[in-house]
């Protein structure tokens, strides 16, 4: 199957610093990926929705000035966490939708990144 | 997307099947039937999916009722790294590009 990959699988950053969590598809193109996070013993939530060459859109009650998408290319958006908190800590996973032709609305899911804020 | 109500949590011995059932009673003809599985600490992986019929793949095999009212993923037989959350999505496919709306799914243990 498809290959979604994140970068990096484990950050550890200090209260009010920037972290920056890359998301790529391997072997397909993505002209929309999904950001989702995770808190413990919860269900994915998702945060955004990221289309390549324009704005994302949010969710509601997530900051979009917080949480900065890009999404430059077919194979890459990237989530920054700014001026992150202690609150901010959680597990962060994209997924990215083949949009390569053929039916397939298969999301194809990263193996998300654990963020921890000291 | 219409709505799925899944048991929390079952029990499987290992080498046994697995049948994780999932109620969708208000799912609309449009929508399809999906299944996904989170193992502990990792990004959840595609199982499988299906409109109508039944669906089967090297994972698993679905089982749709009649009224679509209804679905069961099996897992034929079980191991322990089947051990995970499983999430069963309802939801319009075809290029709609939206996100999947993960529940809280059924937590399956799976024991030797």
């Known amino acids: 199957g498809a290959v979604v990959s994140q970068h990096p699988s484990w950050v550890i950053c200090k209260s009010g610093t920037s972290v920056k969590i890359e998301c790529r598809s391997l072997d397909f193109q993505a002209t929309t990926m999904f950001w989702y996070r995770q808190f413990p013993k919860q269900s994915l939530m998702l945060m955004a929705t990221s289309n390549e060459g324009s704005k994302a859109t949010y969710e509601q009650g997530v900051e979009k000035d917080k949480f900065l998408i890009n999404h430059a290319s077919l194979t890459l958006s990237t989530l920054t966490v700014t001026s992150a908190h202690p609150e901010d800590s959680s597990f962060y996973i994209c997924s990215a939708r083949d949009s390569s032709g053929g039916f397939s609305d298969t999301q194809y899911f990263g193996p998300g990144t654990r963020l921890t804020v000291l | 997307d219409a709505k799925t109500t899944q048991p929390p949590s079952m029990d499987c011995a290992e080498g046994r099947a697995a049948n994780l059932p999932c109620n969708h009673s208000?799912?609309?003809?449009?929508?399809?039937v999906y299944w996904y599985r989170q193992i502990h600490s990792q990004g959840p992986q595609y199982i499988i999916h299906g409109l109508k019929n039944n669906e089967t793949n090297e994972m698993a095999s679905l089982i749709i009722t009649e009224d679509r009212k209804s679905s069961t993923l099996i897992l034929p037989h079980a191991t322990l790294r089947d051990t995970a959350v499983y999430y069963c999505i309802v939801r319009v496919a075809f290029n709609s590009g939206y996100a999947l709306n993960f529940g809280k799914g059924t937590s399956l243990l799976v024991t030797p």
């Open positions: 208000t799912i609309s003809g449009n929508e399809y």
